[in-house]
């Protein structure tokens, strides 16, 4: 069975503080993981995937297969970085990507 | 262009009470998904659709649920006796051919209440 975990409901920094949010997986293949934002009142959004290796935002997540990791990272944290933030992991099933998703944590960047 | 919609926005009911709700999802797209999301939970999957075809129907919890997707375009997500536990928001998103790198396009959800 697949399974993300996200062992921080709330991460609180300040304004240009580093940001490091936990995610760690258990999956038997080889996983394919996101990131999904929840900006207030919008809807959920792709962050970034680990297959592409980019940064948006300013943020990072590198796929530590030996930690069965995929924390997502940025040096300086902006105001409007508050946020959901939920890891994925990409299932294949029927030909489709179902997607598994950790419980989440809100991010909090104060001034 | 217009992103993935859901109505109704918000749907209060009774318990026992038959509910409908509906997805568009971004035109041309062939994979829709369904997820239902609990208080203080991330998004779980409920169902998936290519086409017209339900290709894995895993994460309906019981026999209650049902979804239907007659023309490939337009989902409905059916649940027959409501129960309290059913609250949530249930979400649905697509994406262009349910490949591994295509990115999926969440709708904003309907927030269901059963009294």
């Known amino acids: 069975a697949q399974r993300v975990t996200q062992p921080e409901k709330l991460l609180s920094v300040f304004k240009g503080a580093p940001v490091e949010l936990k995610c760690n997986y258990s999956y038997s293949g080889s996983p394919e993981l996101f990131w999904y934002v929840q900006y207030s009142r919008q809807r959920l959004q792709l962050l970034l995937r680990?297959?592409s290796r980019e940064s948006i935002k300013g943020f990072t997540a590198d796929l530590n297969k030996g930690e069965t990791s995929f924390h997502l990272k940025k040096p300086f944290a902006q105001e409007e970085d508050s946020a959901m933030y939920y890891c994925a992991l990409e299932g294949i099933t029927g030909g489709g990507n179902k997607l598994t998703f950790g419980t989440g944590t809100q991010l909090k960047v104060e001034l | 262009g217009a992103g993935v919609s859901q109505t109704p926005s918000n749907k209060v009911t009774e318990k026992g009470k038959y509910v409908e709700l509906r997805c568009d999802p971004i035109s041309g797209h062939t994979a829709l998904y369904w997820y239902r999301q609990s208080l203080g939970q991330g998004p779980e999957f409920l169902i998936y659709f290519q086409g017209t075809g339900a290709a894995d129907d895993s994460g309906l919890p019981n026999d209650r649920f049902f979804a239907v997707r007659p023309e490939g375009s337009v989902s409905t997500l059916k649940i027959q006796r409501t129960e309290r536990g059913d609250s949530a928001v249930y979400l649905c998103?697509?994406?262009?051919?349910?490949?591994?790198?295509?990115?999926?396009?969440f709708g904003p959800g309907t927030r269901l209440t059963v009294l």
């Open positions: 998103a697509s994406s262009p051919s349910g490949a591994s790198t295509d990115t999926q396009y």
């Open positions: 680990h297959i």
